[in-house]
Every structure is written in structure tokens, then in C-alpha cells.
């Protein structure tokens, strides 16, 4: 069940990240943001803590809470990366960073997965890519299973860092998949490369899981290029 507090915080972030609050801006004070939102002063204050904490706001004695510039915000939590997303602030410059993300990061955890993978580890990553081939047969959450395919191979990794920075890096790679889920047929486009990349680390084989990794990012790439295409056709549509 989501709380209160949990609604009014994605609200408030979400507001943020869309720009309705401008970098600089001062924030309504307490009494009011808590009278149009229906909330209680606790609630406003709360929401504004957890929003300090992640970067996004200032509170300064006599003066207001302040919108930061996205420049200070904490761009990998989570909730950020998801409000971002939802908010629909997704432009080419997030997308481009995306994937520089994802090749610095995933060719090398998936050759480490090739190499250190135990057997259990093995089994989730068949287990989630079988996932992923019911969700495309209509069976299922894709973008879930996805999730759950490329969560198993950064487990497998069996580094504590890249463990550290799983919940990070699983709303970093929700982003992803949603964006690329939207071209029509992406999904099942990419079922074999992900296969590949299965076999390559149920293998042993590193070059082969690097390989079939840069090969589904290059995937991903076309598909954000295509549904921008798609967007562009669209916006140019007579009204």
C-alpha cells in the first residue's frame, strides 16, 4: 500500500522533474503547499526532507525552499530516474547518456558473469529469459522480465559494487527497456540476442556475452532512433 507520504513525494518529484518548478524557484511555503495538496504540514515537510536528501531542494532559513538545478541532483536513485521518466523528461541528451551508461557498464558485468556464474545463477538467467520469451508470446510483463534477466547477470557478477548499485542501475535499465518496449515489435527483435547472451554466460564464454550484450544495446539504440522518427512523423502530422 502507498502512503501518503509516498504519494505526495512522487507528486511533488515528478512536478519538479517536469519543470513546473523551475531551477531556483522558491517552493509555496508549508501552509500552502499542504492546503492544495490536502495534506497535513507533517506530510509537506516530510516530502520536503526526503527531496533535500536527494538533491532536488534547498531549504534556506528566512528565505524558502529553493529548487536546485538537476546538476545537483542524486541522478542514480531511483526514485529520481523514475520521476524523470514519468514526467515525460526524456530528451535525446538523457537517452544519449543512457546508453553510454549501459557501455560502460553491461559488456563488463556480463563478461564477469561468464566467467564467475554459478550454477544457481545460471538457472536465473535461463529462468528470466524464459520469462521474457512467455511475456513476448503474450504471457507476462516484459519490460519485468527484462529486468529480472539483466538483474541476474549483474548478481552473477559476484562484485560488491556492482551489487551496491543494483537498484540504481535497475531503474536506469527500466527506463531503457520501457523506451524500447514502445517501437512495435522490439521486444520480440531482441528475444534472440538475449538468448545469445544467456548461452554465452550458461557457457562460460566472456567474449561471447560482451559481444551479445553490445549487440542488444546497438538494438536498443536503433529502437530509440525509430521512435523518435515515429514522434517527429507525428508531431508533423496536419491538425
Known amino acids: 500500500m502507498v502512503t501518503l507520504h509516498r504519494q505526495v513525494l512522487n507528486q511533488m518529484g515528478e512536478q519538479i ?8 524557484e522558491i517552493l509555496p511555503a508549508e501552509p500552502v503547499l499542504a492546503e492544495q495538496l490536502q495534506v497535513s504540514r507533517i506530510t509537506i515537510r516530510e516530502t520536503m526532507k526526503s527531496l533535500s536528501a536527494k538533491g532536488m531542494l534547498e531549504v534556506r532559513r528566512r528565505y524558502g525552499t529553493v529548487v536546485l538545478p538537476r546538476s545537483q541532483w542524486q541522478l542514480f536513485d531511483p526514485d529520481v530516474i523514475t520521476w524523470r521518466a514519468r514526467a515525460g523528461a526524456i530528451d ?63 548478481t552473477a557478477c559476484h562484485n560488491q559494487f ?21 517501437v512495435a515489435g522490439g521486444p520480440a527483435r531482441s528475444l534472440p540476442m538475449h538468448e545469445a547472451l544467456c548461452f554465452a554466460i550458461e557457457n562460460g564464454d566472456p567474449a ?32
Not at 17 to 24: A, D, E, R
Open 208 to 239: 561471447a556475452a560482451e559481444e551479445a550484450v553490445l549487440t542488444l544495446i546497438k538494438r536498443a539504440e536503433k529502437d530509440f532512433e525509430d521512435r523518435a522518427t515515429l514522434n517527429r512523423t507525428a508531431n508533423d502530422q496536419p491538425v
Open 17 to 24: 522533474c517536469s519543470g513546473k518548478f523551475l531551477p531556483g
Open 92 to 154: 535525446q541528451g538523457l537517452i544519449d547518456d543512457l546508453m553510454e551508461l549501459r557501455l560502460i557498464i553491461e559488456p563488463n558485468a556480463a563478461k564477469l558473469a561468464a566467467k564467475r556464474a554459478t550454477e544457481d545463477d545460471r538457472v536465473a538467467v535461463r529462468r528470466a529469459f524464459k520469462a521474457m520469451e512467455r511475456a513476448v508470446a503474450g504471457h507476462g510483463d516484459y519490460v519485468a522480465a527484462d529486468l529480472a534477466f539483466h538483474g541476474a547477470i549483474l
Open 162 to 182: 556492482v551489487q551496491q548499485m543494483q537498484n540504481a542501475l535497475s531503474a536506469i535499465l527500466r527506463t531503457s527497456f520501457e523506451l524500447s518496449s514502445e
